[in-house]
């Protein structure tokens, strides 16, 4: 049974930090991609990073881009968000998603359809 497991949140006050953390098990971590992606209330999914498998490229929304920092440790089958500067709209749960798709991956990164699990999510909120 594949498991993701998300860890890290908070409250933080704006300007803080914050380091998300996604432990993987029950799959071979090396053959997926693995996405943050976030959802405040009322609101869409949206995607924050993606980290590759093949060589670790990333990539980042515009919004979070200076400011977040996506990371992979392979061997601890766990992805990394951290989180600086961090401002209220930011707030949102925040989850982490694979997949074992990779052809165009910065072109479809930010569709939540297009992974294959998902995990429970945590609860990020930036107080002003």
């Known amino acids: 049974e594949v498991q993701l497991v998300e860890s890290g949140g908070g409250l933080v006050q704006a300007g803080g930090s914050l380091r998300l953390s996604c432990a993987a098990s029950?799959?071979?971590?090396?053959?997926?991609?693995i996405a943050w992606f976030r959802q405040a209330p009322g609101k869409e999914r949206e995607g924050v990073s993606c980290?590759?498998?093949?060589?670790?490229?990333?990539i980042y929304r515009e919004s979070v881009k200076g400011r977040f920092t996506v990371s992979r440790d392979n061997a601890k089958k766990t992805v990394y968000l951290q989180m600086n500067k961090l401002k209220p709209e930011d707030t949102a749960v925040y989850y982490c998603?694979?997949?074992?798709?990779?052809?165009?991956?910065?072109?479809?990164?930010?569709?939540?359809?297009?992974?294959?699990?998902w995990g429970q999510g945590t609860q990020v909120t930036v107080s002003s």
């Open positions: 998603a694979v997949t074992r798709r990779w052809l165009s991956i910065w072109v479809w990164w930010t569709r939540p359809t297009d992974y294959d699990y």
């Open positions: 029950g799959l071979t971590f090396d053959d997926y991609a």
């Open positions: 980290i590759r498998n093949s060589d670790g490229d990333k």
